[in-house]
Structure formats: structure tokens, C-alpha cells
């Protein structure tokens, strides 16, 4: 028995499955390119805002430094200091010197400002001793406009009884 002709014409269908599996990973390709160019997008990102991050860590450490070497009686709000303004103006009369906090290409680092909250006595002191309270925020830049924020609460101890 003979199969009709057109049944045992197979011409291009080697070419035809070549093709598609061809279209099938071009598919993939680009899917996985996709993926890959968005992971990087990610990670810049996670780049840039740690690196904002870190530099207004660095400013309310710089707060907190700049604090500790103050007079026991400082009980104001200090106001807001801006990276780039002098540093003799900084958050009072008092600081006269101060870090650089603009980076390489002369853009800002970090901004600071300090306020005082008030006093209280301190827990599980005695009644020689009074805390005062102070807000620091500090805001970071980092490369590409990016941003963060680091708010915190601070406190010092003075002993009353020289008072």
C-alpha cells in the first residue's frame, strides 16, 4: 500500500521547529536581560540611599560630639545648621570650628539642627542629678538627590551638686 505523496512530504518542517525553538529563547533571553537590568537598578538604588544613610549618621554623630563638648549649662534650642553656611555659625556663638561637611565636588554631606527639649530628673538617679533633653535630626545626601532622614533623642547629665 502507498501513502499519498503529500503525507510523506516533510520539507521545512526541520526548519519550521528550528525557528520556533530559536523564537523560544530569544524569549528567555530577553527575559532574563530584563531581570538582570532591574536587579542593577535595584542595587544602585540601595547604593545611593545607603550612601545618604551614612552621611547623616554621620551628622547627628557629629551632634552629639559637638554636644559633649559643650558647657553643662547650655539649655537653648540651637537652631538648624545647614552643611554649607560657616561653621562659626554653627548651632551657637560658641562653636567657632568645625568639620568640612561638603564632600569632593563641594556638594553638602549632611545638614544638621539640634533643639532642646527641656530638663527632667534623671531615672534611677538621685535627686543630685538633672537630664536635659535634646532633639537631633540630621539629614544625609548622598549622590543623585538621594536622601535620609536619622531623628534622635539625646540626653545629659548634670550633676546638681556643683551647682
Not at 15 to 36: D, E, F, H, K, R
Not at 83 to 103: G, H, N, R, V, Y
Not at 119 to 129: E, G, K, M, Q
Amino acid at each position: 500500500m502507498m501513502m499519498p505523496k503529500h503525507l510523506n512530504d516533510q520539507c521545512g518542517a526541520a526548519l519550521l521547529t528550528a525557528l520556533m525553538v530559536l523564537a523560544l529563547l530569544t524569549l528567555l533571553g530577553m527575559a532574563a536581560t530584563s531581570a538582570a537590568l532591574t536587579e542593577i537598578r535595584i542595587t544602585r538604588n540601595e547604593v545611593l540611599r545607603d550612601s545618604a544613610f551614612y552621611q547623616a549618621e554621620g551628622g547627628w554623630q557629629y551632634a552629639l560630639s559637638w554636644l559633649a563638648d559643650q558647657p553643662d549649662e547650655l539649655r537653648e534650642d540651637l537652631g538648624s545648621r545647614a552643611a554649607p553656611s560657616s561653621w562659626a555659625q554653627a548651632f551657637c556663638a560658641q562653636a567657632a570650628t568645625a568639620p568640612e561637611t561638603l564632600d569632593r565636588d563641594g556638594l553638602e554631606q549632611f545638614a544638621v539642627s539640634i533643639h532642646y527639649l527641656g530638663t527632667s530628673h534623671a531615672p534611677l538617679y538621685s535627686t543630685d542629678f538633672q537630664r536635659i533633653d535634646f532633639s537631633v535630626h540630621s539629614r544625609g545626601f548622598g549622590p543623585l538627590q538621594a536622601q535620609a532622614l536619622i531623628e534622635v533623642q539625646v540626653g545629659r547629665l548634670l550633676d546638681l551638686r556643683g551647682y
